[in-house]
């Protein structure tokens, strides 16, 4: 998908939303990135506009780069909806459940093959979603299936707050026809902008 983005537009709206976040203008989680700008770019060169993108809590880059004005989820991320953000015309959904997107993801893939479709499914997850189980069905699934759909592990090597390699052991994820894998490092915590925030 041809986007206009940058990728200092896009490090500029996530610093926009911190700094609304800092302001105690956001009263609900929020999850921002930072460092994998030139990652997200080079994935959403093969995004078209039909296809779906499925996202876990950490979605802003995902929304801005399928189309999403940057006014309307800047409204809806202050209103409180960061972590379930969810447009139908852009074909984009969002899930705060741990893996909870994955099923969604491989039930959309399913019916774009009964319908003998041309359009796909991408679905990102985090390193610890990764090391889930219902990760490796959802993946084992689709490929056995051959499945239109392609899955996006964003390593930021935290699982929360704790070490994903430390907890689960090196990742052996290696990529392919079914998954792009890619590690970066997050300047943000795992939720909020780093600053205690009081209302």
């Known amino acids: 998908m041809k986007s206009l983005l940058t990728k200092q537009d896009l490090i500029s709206f996530e610093e926009g939303i911190a700094a609304h976040f800092n302001n105690a203008e956001i009263k609900a989680p929020i999850h921002l990135y930072n460092g994998n700008e030139n990652n997200m770019i080079s994935i959403f060169k093969d995004i078209n506009e039909d296809d779906w993108v499925m996202c876990s809590w950490r979605s802003h880059y995902q929304c801005l780069l399928k189309g999403v004005p940057r006014d309307q989820l800047k409204k ?71 499945l239109p759909i392609h899955f996006v592990v964003e390593d930021n090597e935290m699982s929360v707050c704790t070490p994903t390699e430390e907890a689960w052991g090196p990742s052996d994820f290696s990529p392919d026809d079914y998954i792009t894998y890619y590690r970066y490092k997050n300047k943000y915590p795992h939720a909020g902008s780093g600053k205690r925030i009081e209302f």
């Open 76 to 146: 809806d991320i202050i209103e409180g909806r960061s972590i379930s953000l969810c447009y139908s015309k852009y074909r984009v959904v969002s899930s705060g459940i741990v893996a909870g997107i994955l099923p969604i993801a491989v039930g959309i893939a399913l019916g774009i093959k009964r319908a003998k479709g041309k359009n796909k499914v991408y679905c990102f997850m985090g390193d610890m979603t990764s090391e889930s189980g219902m990760a490796y069905e959802c993946i084992k699934y689709s490929v056995n299936k051959n």
